[in-house]
């Protein structure tokens, strides 16, 4: 098929004027009948011969050959210039009066945004396509969104708006193209999101500012409400992958957001999984002020970003993400600038923790119900914690206890995670104030390795430097659904008469030391008196008569 068989007579330079800018009654995806419609014609464009590049006449014809309708011939010419342009990132391109007409970049092969932009716009007009070269203000690499854009600025991007099956769409070929890096080089990677953005998502970044007429841009917004440059500036702006994944930033829509104490940030999202991972830094300071940021998921779909910072200043938050378990990569969502004007006398920080606090995604494979985790903030009392969680399925569990600035010592045994049908049963001290991050780790099926399935954040509002830990447990005691009834703590006074008391449906035989426990109806007793400090006092058991004994406790004799 020639350029000269599509039935579009309009050209922005022809004798006819464009179609007047309207918002699309269809988007993307409506033009979209499959996700692989452009496979085809994307492979034809990426093989373009060397000889049907000398020209932009020649290389619109040979595009088109291979397009079926007007959709697939402006696919074909944004997938070859974005693979095959590169952006011009050296700062004196103007001052060298490069030539960014069509033909001259089809033969540098490199350009800046109105190069890209005449080059797509050629090509069109090659096939009477109609299509606009649109100029005005973007939010680019380099963008900081404490920038005020006003009308005294030069507009300095350059975009299409091409006209398709009776409606207007964006088409960004430097964006498609790649991005630039911190260190100001460009770097190739192309970009679907691009290509027929959709005007709601398309004006965060680009707002079009022509002849110093605004009453003649804002149409170009393609919106029926368009916005004005104020609230453009203000609009917090979200990478790509944002809009990808239809996020929604309900509660602060703006980029730059001025606080005292706390500031909570809604996100909405619309799958069944989304998983966030919030960066605090502060400008002009190299530490690190990630655990005073809490991500929570809340119910309908929202997540919440707590920030509680420790000091008066601006801040950078960096939100990242992903939608699919089975990847590990974060991608990038969006960056705000936080104000914080006071903080509070006493700000605790949060344990460390990627994600939001709560079940992971595959808890309930694992064994859990669905109800386990949902409360994922606790509140301990006089320093314990004490809670059942529902199970599925016999689970072989472990529980870890980390505090967010102290080092716990791992031999000290702050929690017990104690197993019965149909749920576990976990107990938790704390010896100092702040907040905790409490683990539930299971075992991997056909493996013997622990993965977390759930955490809890719990806040002590208290120090109990006298809190002692609980007795020190071993495989077997959750295997056998050992309860400890007394003592509850792992130490024990010397030369006192002692009573150990458990509960097991599995156990049948029972030793304190070498002596036999007695056992009345489920509760397993012993007594001894303890002889001097250092002494380590061992309650085994057996779940068969005859067989050999395993250890579930340990006391130590103070």
């Known amino acids: 098929m020639g350029c000269t068989q599509s039935s579009n007579k309009y050209t922005e330079d022809g004798d006819l004027p464009l179609p007047p800018p309207r918002p699309p009654r269809k988007l993307k995806r409506d033009l979209m009948k499959r996700e692989d419609q452009f496979k085809a014609i994307d492979e034809y464009a990426l093989k373009t011969p060397r000889s049907a ?21 402006i696919r074909a010419f944004y997938r070859w210039i974005t693979h095959n342009i590169r ?43 109609p299509v606009k070269i649109v100029s005005g203000y973007s939010k680019s690499f380099n963008y900081d969104p404490e920038r005020v854009f006003t009308t005294r600025e030069t507009p300095e991007h350059a975009w299409n708006a091409v006209y398709i099956h009776g409606n207007w ?10 991005s630039i890096d911190e260190r100001g080089a460009f770097i190739k990677n192309f970009s679907d999101f691009h290509f027929l953005t959709k005007p709601s998502h398309f ?20 919106l029926p409400n368009p916005l004005s440059l104020e609230t453009f500036s203000k609009r917090l702006k979200g990478f790509s992958q944002m809009y990808v994944w239809n ?8 980029g730059v957001v001025t606080f005292s104490r706390k500031l909570d940030l809604t996100i909405q999202y619309p799958s069944s999984y989304f998983f ?20 929570e998921n809340l119910s309908g779909n929202k997540i919440r970003i707590r920030v509680t910072p420790s000091e008066k200043g601006t801040y950078t938050l960096k939100l990242f993400g992903r939608t699919d378990p089975a990847i590990e990569e974060l991608t990038a969502l969006t960056n705000y600038v936080l104000k914080c004007e006071d903080v509070d006398s006493e700000v605790f920080a949060f344990p460390s923790h990627q994600g939001p606090f709560g079940s992971y995604h595959d808890y309930i494979e694992a064994g859990f119900h669905s109800s386990a985790g949902k409360k994922a903030f606790l509140l301990s009392k006089n320093g314990k914690v004490d809670f059942s969680i529902k199970t599925t399925k016999i689970v072989d569990a472990v529980a870890k206890l980390e505090h967010a600035t102290k080092n716990l010592n791992l031999s000290d045994n702050y929690t017990l995670l104690e197993r019965e049908k149909g749920q576990l049963h976990l107990k938790a001290k704390f010896p100092s104030k702040g907040y905790y991050k409490l683990s539930v780790f299971t075992k991997n099926e056909n493996a ?6 759930i955490a809890y954040l719990v806040f002590c509002g208290e120090d109990y430097p006298k809190s002692e830990p609980f007795p020190k447990t071993f495989p077997q ?10 003592p509850a703590t792992c130490e024990v006074k010397a030369h006192e008469q002692i009573q150990i008391r458990f509960s097991s449906p599995k156990i049948v035989q029972a030793l304190l030391h070498e002596t036999p426990m007695e056992k009345k109806g489920s509760v397993w007793e012993g007594k001894m008196k303890t002889s001097s400090p250092g002494e380590r006092i061992r309650v085994s058991a057996s779940d068969q008569k005859g067989s050999g004994y395993w250890r579930i406790y340990e006391f130590n004799v103070m």
């Open 87 to 129: 952006y011009d990132t050296r700062s004196d391109f103007h001052d060298r009066n490069i030539d960014t007409s069509g033909a001259a970049v089809l033969r540098m092969r490199s350009t800046v945004c109105i190069g890209y932009a005449n080059l797509f716009a050629e090509l069109c007009r090659e096939c009477k396509i």
């Open 203 to 222: 004006i965060v970044t680009h707002f079009p500012y022509m002849d110093n007429d605004m009453s003649k841009s804002q149409p170009w917004q393609l």
């Open 247 to 254: 996020l929604k930033p309900i509660s602060h829509p703006d």
């Open 448 to 453: 013997e390795t622990f993965s977390p399935r």
């Open 53 to 73: 590049e000398l020209s932009v006449t020649a290389l619109s014809a040979h595009l088109v050959n291979g397009a079926k309708s007007d959709l697939e011939r």
């Open 276 to 295: 966030v991972v919030a960066r605090l830094s502060k400008k002009m300071s190299t530490r690190n002020f990630d655990q005073y940021v809490l991500v």
């Open 477 to 486: 005691t959750t295997q056998f659904e050992c309860r400890l009834l007394s």
């Open 169 to 178: 769409q964006f088409v960004e070929c430097t964006w498609g193209a790649g």
